[in-house]
């Protein structure tokens, strides 16, 4: 969950053979029998053991249109159903925040795509630091999770550390540097490619950038370990537009990369006319040609930033959707 205010050295793998296994086994995608074995010295990956982040997604814009529910971290469908129901269309991106230690449910992913949704796992390092993945200390879970993706088979979108340009995470800019979390986020791709996991798309999820906030340059992990951006960011007032909340943070990615963007949180909240200012957000999205938006459909309560997100019970709001989708989205049939 974003805030958000207008005003305002790598160490070297010993031994030439272990490193030519490790090398071959990221060309080629197999597993490395000897980084599967829990006794048998850890390799560390470097940015040079990379290859193009392969592309399961079509990137296509305003082709896009996700939900958060609370149910789904149950890893439950049926809230996602009575949402789809009630604003007449169906989510092809469904968003679930996998906390660190927690396994990939290919069952839940499974079920998703039945519907013909594809996960959206928000893999999030609640537990360890960011040092310690970057190191390789995390690799035991990271490949667990990675063979579970792989398992699964179908298209699965990613996102490690989202938000880290905020200050409320552990992983956030005033708790680690954005050099740490670059090699975090290559270490986490590197793993899955010498899994063979090679069916994620790597989602980088920056917050929306506020006037004192950093810059976004130095978290970006490079083109090679991305393959679309991601914004979180509400219309939590009725002065927030698309145009002077969401544009200064698609320019400033613009500026780093040509990758497709995603809005991959957001929500209209009633303080800012819900009904009324939904329009504007869909028109926002198709006017600057992001791949879409997910809807973090949430009654939360607290404050400007944490209002009732949801739709169901409100008929206006629910209408002013689903019109939406349908005049600003081209959703595949």
């Known amino acids: 969950m974003w805030r958000f205010r207008q005003s305002s050295a790598v160490r070297v793998v010993a031994g030439p053979m272990v490193t030519a296994v490790v090398v071959a086994a990221v060309i080629t995608g197999c597993t490395n029998p000897a980084y599967r074995n829990p006794s048998a010295p850890q390799p560390i990956l470097t ?3 990379s290859r193009p982040v392969q592309v399961s997604l079509p990137a296509t814009p305003a082709s896009y249109f996700g939900v958060f529910e609370p149910g789904v971290q149950k890893r439950s469908f049926g809230q996602v ?3 789809a129901k009630a604003i007449g269309s169906r989510p092809n991106l469904v968003l679930a925040y996998n906390y660190w230690g927690e396994p990939f449910s290919a069952k ?3 079920q998703a795509e039945a519907h013909g949704a594809t996960v959206v796992d928000d893999l999030d390092p609640s537990g360890p630091s960011l040092a310690s993945i970057a190191a390789g200390d995390q ?8 063979e579970a993706v792989r398992g699964f088979g179908g298209p699965v979108i990613i996102s490690f550390g989202h938000e ?3 200050s409320w995470y552990s992983w956030g800019y005033t708790h680690t ?3 740490v979390f670059v090699r975090a986020w290559r270490r986490i791709v590197n793993v899955f490619r010498v899994v063979g996991a090679d069916n994620v798309t790597w989602l980088w999820t920056v917050n929306l950038i506020p006037a004192d906030g950093p810059s976004i340059r130095d978290w970006w992990p490079g083109d090679s370990y991305v393959t679309w951006a991601g914004i979180d960011g509400y219309l939590a007032e009725r002065y927030m537009t698309f145009s002077n909340t969401f544009a200064p943070t698609v ?3 613009r500026r780093i990369t040509a990758k ?3 809005v991959s949180e957001t929500a209209v909240g009633p303080l800012a006319g819900q009904a009324a200012g939904i329009p504007g957000l869909f028109a926002g999205v198709r006017r600057a040609h992001l791949l879409g938006l997910i809807w973090f459909d949430k009654a939360q309560s607290g404050g400007i930033w944490a209002q009732d997100w949801r739709l169901e019970g409100h008929p206006a709001a629910e209408d002013a959707l689903r019109q939406a989708v349908t005049r600003y989205l081209d959703l595949p049939s």
């Open 47 to 49: 940015p040079t053991d």
């Open 139 to 146: 690799d035991g879970y990271l490949e667990a999770f990675a």
């Open 251 to 253: 320019s400033a990615i």
């Open 260 to 262: 497709p963007i995603l």
């Open 81 to 83: 159903a009575r949402f």
């Open 108 to 110: 839940f992913a499974r």
């Open 177 to 179: 540097s954005p050099k």
């Open 164 to 166: 880290m340009n905020g």
